[in-house]
C-alpha cells in the first residue's frame, strides 16, 4: 500500500550485520541465523537483498570489525549501500537503488535496534515505503552502563511500537521470521 508510485516490489533490508556492530548482540547467533534463513529465502523467491553497511570510528571502513558478519555473504549482484548515519537513507545511495529495483515495501532486518534499525524504519515510513520489522531478526548490545534498558527490553520494545505503528496509505507492522510473506 507505499504512496510511492509503480513501486510495487518488496525488498528484504539487511542492516549492519557486521561483525563489530553484532559481536556482543543480544542473541547474536540467533538472530544471525534468521537473517540468513531470510537472504536465502528472499535470493529463492527472485525478492530483491539490498545490504546496508554502516562505518564510523568504531567500524572504520575496511576493518574486520566493518565487514559482514562470516555466516552471511552478499551475492554479486545484490547492492550494497554505505552508510556514515543511522538512517539508511541519509546521504546514500539507497533511495536511488529501491528506485532502480521498484521497490516500495521493506522487509527489515539488521542491527542495531535502538540505533539504525530504528532510524531506517522512520526513515522508510516518512518516505512512503511500507516497512515491516522482522521481530527475532533483529538485535542490540547491552547499553544499560548508559542509562538504557536490557537489550532484550529494547527489542521486545521496539517490536512492541512497530507493532502499532502507522501512517496514512502506508503500513507498518512486525513478523516473526517463520511469517514473512515476501509478496504481500
Not at 97 to 115: F, I, S
Request: aromatic letters at 6%; glycine letters at 8%; one cysteine or more.
Amino acid at each position: 500500500m507505499t504512496t510511492l508510485k509503480d513501486r510495487p516490489n518488496t525488498a528484504l533490508l539487511v542492516i549492519d550485520v557486521q561483525k563489530g556492530a553484532v559481536e556482543g548482540a543480544h542473541e547474536r547467533d540467533a538472530v544471525v541465523a534468521n537473517v540468513g534463513s531470510l537472504v536465502d529465502r528472499a535470493r529463492r523467491e527472485r525478492v530483491p537483498v539490498v545490504w546496508v553497511q554502516h562505518s564510523d570510528k568504531q567500524l572504520a571502513k575496511g576493518s574486520d570489525s566493518w565487514r559482514i558478519v562470516s555466516e552471511l555473504t552478499p551475492a554479486e549482484a545484490e547492492p550494497l549501500v554505505e552508510k556514515s548515519y543511522g538512517d539508511s537513507f541519509e546521504d546514500t545511495t539507497l533511495e536511488k537503488v529501491l528506485e532502480g529495483l521498484g521497490v516500495g515495501r521493506l522487509v527489515v532486518v539488521g542491527a542495531q535496534t535502538d540505533a539504525c534499525i530504528r532510524s531506517t524504519l522512520h526513515g522508510a515510513l516518512v518516505r512512503g515505503y511500507d516497512a515491516t520489522l522482522v521481530s527475532d531478526a533483529h538485535t542490540t548490545e547491552d547499553q544499560t552502563a548508559w542509562g538504557a534498558p536490557p537489550p532484550d527490553q529494547v527489542i521486545a520494545h521496539t517490536n512492541l511500537y512497530w507493532t502499532y505503528q502507522t501512517a496514512p496509505g502506508r503500513t507498518a507492522g512486525t513478523v516473526k521470521t517463520e511469517e514473512v510473506d515476501f509478496r504481500g
